[in-house]
Nanobody
Framework: QVHLVESGGGLVQAGGSLRLSCTAAESTFTLPSIGWYRQVSDNQRELVAALTVGGGGVPTYADFVKGRFTISRDTAKNTVYLQMNNLQPEDTAVYFC??????????????WGQGTQVTVSS
């Protein structure tokens, strides 16, 4: 089983920026298509952004982050980033990365990690 590790969260003021990182605990595992999710309730996560591994990487974004968040991949570092700009209090959440299952409602394919807390103050 693959373990994905998220980092980079923190506390920022509204309008600030953070960059989240996602990598694999297993150094020999190459990240597949990766999505960033955030926890919206005890049992639900919503997909914020995703990046495919093929075709040079095709990014997709939820409407509420378009123009503010950018997902990218550093192949050499086997890391996927989420650059978050102009953060707003409603972006406050625990953020997770996982591989979206495109045949199963974009659910994460792997076990969920600890996530990284993002808190935006007004």
């Amino acid at each position: 089983q693959v373990h994905l590790v998220e980092s980079g969260g923190g506390l920022v003021q509204a309008g600030g920026s953070l960059r989240l990182s996602c990598t694999a605990a297993e150094s020999t595992f190459t990240l597949p298509s990766i999505g960033w999710y955030r926890q919206v309730s005890d049992n639900q996560r919503e997909l914020v952004a995703a990046l495919t591994v093929g075709g040079g990487g095709v990014p997709t974004y939820a409407d509420f982050v378009k123009g503010r968040f950018t997902i990218s991949r550093d192949t050499a570092k086997n890391t996927v980033y989420l650059q978050m700009n102009n953060l707003q209090p409603e972006d406050t959440a625990v953020y997770f990365c996982n591989a979206p299952n495109y045949y199963k409602n974009l659910e994460g394919r792997f076990d969920w990690g600890q996530g990284t807390q993002v808190t935006v103050s007004s």
